[in-house]
């Protein structure tokens, strides 16, 4: 109470609406960049009126623009919280020189690459550094839970290249997500050859989406054997228009899912 009533006292010349909008935003990009909960609670508490006053970019262009990593990008904000109002929408943001750890993990990535059959200085190596979070045993260690599902490790180093941040997620992550799809959905481990993307979705997406196809399939609403790509990867809007709305209560359907499956 005694950091609540603190905070009003000095509180910012912004609109309360706003404030605690930003306030969100930074909490929620504290959690994009994966900081442990204790850290965050750290920051939010001891820090209200920063977070509430920044507007800060998108997590992806801010990561980019700074050219570092989650975990580096985290031990800044911890040394330093007051950092974050350089990264505000509408300034300049500099590139922060590499460290000796930086360093390392980048020969780690660029090995683990070339071990599959990237070519050095290839547009496929380049775009899948690009798009790599994580060192080199972390990206190993994802890597390995494709092939222990049972893709052939040619299949896997194939999705890599077409799709480099599927490796950008958790081990745990992915795990869940290859279970769902082949024990909560019955979709075979080779639909991944053909649809990496499902990993970048999350598991309430896809359960939401493939719920709604089904109920329209048992009403005769939709075709049978849609590819599960043609079932994901569109937006809600296209979705909606093009299946959940050609049944009278479609609608109330989705929404009835929605809620089931995104409880508040």
């Given at each position: 109470?005694?950091?609540?009533?603190?905070?009003?006292?000095?509180?910012?010349?912004?609109?309360?609406?706003?404030?605690?909008?930003?306030?969100?935003?930074?909490?929620?990009?504290?959690?994009?960049?994966?900081?442990?909960?204790?850290?965050?609670?750290?920051?939010?508490?001891?820090?209200?009126?920063?977070?509430?006053?920044?507007?800060?970019?998108?997590?992806?262009?801010?990561?980019?623009?700074?050219?570092?990593?989650?975990?580096?990008?985290?031990?800044?904000?911890?040394?330093?919280?007051?950092?974050?109002?350089?990264?505000?929408?509408?300034?300049?943001?500099?590139?922060?020189?590499?460290?000796?750890?930086?360093l390392k993990s980048q020969i780690?990535?660029?090995?683990?690459?070339?071990?599959?059959?990237?070519?050095?200085?290839?547009?496929?190596?380049?775009?899948?550094?690009?798009?790599?979070?994580?060192?080199?045993?972390?990206?190993?260690?994802?890597?390995?839970?494709?092939?222990?599902?049972?893709?052939?490790?040619?299949?896997?180093?194939?999705?890599?290249?077409?799709?480099?941040?599927?490796?950008?997620?958790?081990?745990?992550?992915?795990?869940?997500?290859?279970?769902?799809?082949?024990?909560?959905?019955?979709?075979?481990?080779?639909?991944?050859?053909?649809?990496?993307?499902?990993?970048?979705?999350?598991?309430?997406?896809?359960?939401?989406?493939?719920?709604?196809?089904?109920?329209?399939?048992?009403?005769?609403?939709?075709?049978?054997?849609?590819?599960?790509?043609t079932i994901i990867s569109c937006?809600?809007?296209?979705?909606?228009?093009?299946?959940?709305?050609?049944?009278?209560?479609?609608?109330?359907?989705?929404?009835?899912?929605?809620?089931?499956?995104?409880?508040?």
């Open positions: 109470m005694k950091e609540i009533s603190s905070m009003f006292l000095q509180f910012p010349e912004v609109q309360v609406g706003k404030f605690v909008c930003n306030l969100r935003q930074g909490f929620l990009f504290l959690k994009e960049i994966e900081m442990e909960a204790i850290e965050i609670g750290i920051i939010v508490r001891s820090h209200p009126l920063l977070m509430g006053s920044c507007v800060l970019k998108k997590t992806n262009s801010l990561l980019a623009n700074l050219n570092i990593g989650k975990k580096r990008l985290c031990g800044i904000i911890m040394d330093n919280p007051q950092e974050m109002k350089n990264w505000v929408l509408g300034s300049r943001i500099k590139p922060i020189p590499n460290s000796g750890e930086d780690e990535r660029t090995k683990f690459l070339l071990d599959l059959g990237f070519v050095m200085h290839s547009n496929e190596m380049k775009k899948a550094l690009k798009e790599f979070r994580g060192r080199g045993g972390e990206l190993r260690e994802r890597f390995d839970c494709f092939v222990k599902a049972g893709l052939d490790r040619e299949d896997v180093s194939r999705i890599i290249k077409v799709a480099p941040q599927v490796l950008n997620q958790s081990k745990d992550v992915i795990d869940s997500k290859i279970d769902f799809l082949v024990n909560g959905l019955d979709y075979p481990i080779s639909t991944l050859v053909t649809f990496p993307a499902y990993i970048s979705y999350t598991i309430q997406r896809v359960k939401l989406r493939v719920s709604m196809y089904n109920w329209l399939k048992d009403q005769k609403t939709v075709e049978p054997g849609l590819a599960l790509s937006t809600d809007k296209i979705f909606l228009g093009r299946y959940v709305n050609h049944h009278p209560i479609g609608p109330q359907v989705w929404q009835h899912l929605k809620k089931r499956i995104y409880p508040e």
